[in-house]
């Protein structure tokens, strides 16, 4: 049973346009979320994380946000480029329960073109 | 290393066949981190060791399947006697912190099994 869930498995962007990729989940003892990039051949790689306590959190072009009573959250990259073209995974995490596991959604891809 | 090492990178393995997989992590990390990808999906948790010690292996698919961290350093996956479903890219990560989150991931080893 799929806990966190990407329902976009693409999306194509203009660069210099906004990327909002959404993730839901289901599981209410989630209580840390992050994303990951990831290229081809390569692993995935942190990006941000926010935690339950907050709505919001950024960094530079990257910004997450999370509706608790929702189940959602998103993250949204502006500007975007086309280096940002890459697979996008959400990922949560029970902290209370878990010792650093996450479960992760089935990605989004992102193409940015110029 | 300045990464998280894994290797091979790829592997076949006929139907049947044992295999072993390695892990180097980033020198000092104490969290280390197995996952199961196969294609189309997001990473999924199989084991986690705490320096040398396996605290979780609640998501190790079966008793094929069965890893190792003897020092606290390098990790080895092994999985016996594998069949088809176990084709993915099995990834590797390493985290300073006790049940840290936004670990470092390898590169992963892809494993095909014909």
């Known amino acids: 049973d799929q806990q966190v869930k990407q329902n976009s498995p693409s999306l194509s962007v203009q660069e210099g346009r906004i990327s909002i990729l959404n993730c839901d989940y289901t599981?209410?003892?989630?209580?840390?979320f992050l994303w990951y990039k990831k290229y081809p051949a390569e692993g995935p790689t942190f990006l941000i994380s926010?935690?339950?306590?907050?709505d919001k959190n950024e960094d530079g072009r990257f910004t997450v946000f999370l509706n608790k009573s929702a189940k959602h959250l998103s993250l949204h990259i502006v500007p975007s480029q086309p280096g940002d073209s890459a697979v996008y995974f959400c990922?949560?995490?029970?902290?209370?329960?878990?010792?650093?596991?996450?479960?992760f959604g089935r990605g989004t891809q992102l193409t940015v073109w110029p | 290393g300045a990464g998280v090492s894994q290797s091979p990178r790829y592997k076949v393995a006929k139907r049947g066949q044992d295999v072993a997989l390695r892990c180097d992590p980033i020198?000092?990390?104490?969290?280390l981190f197995w996952y199961q990808q196969a294609l189309g999906q997001g990473p999924e948790f199989l084991t986690y060791?705490?320096?040398?010690?396996?605290?979780?292996k609640s998501g190790l698919p079966s008793d094929r399947f069965f890893a190792e961290r003897p020092e606290g350093s390098v990790s080895t996956l092994k999985i016996q006697r594998t069949q088809q479903e176990d084709s993915a890219v099995y990834l590797c990560?390493?985290?300073?912190?006790?049940?840290?989150?936004?670990?470092?991931f390898g590169s992963g080893t892809r494993l095909t099994v014909v």
């Open positions: 990560a390493s985290s300073l912190v006790q049940g840290g989150y936004g670990y470092t």
């Open positions: 599981n209410s003892m989630f209580d840390y």
């Open positions: 926010i935690s339950s306590i907050k």
């Open positions: 990922a949560a995490s029970d902290r209370g329960s878990t010792l650093g596991r996450l479960y």
């Open positions: 020198s000092g990390h104490v969290s």
């Open positions: 060791f705490q320096n040398e010690a396996q605290l979780d």
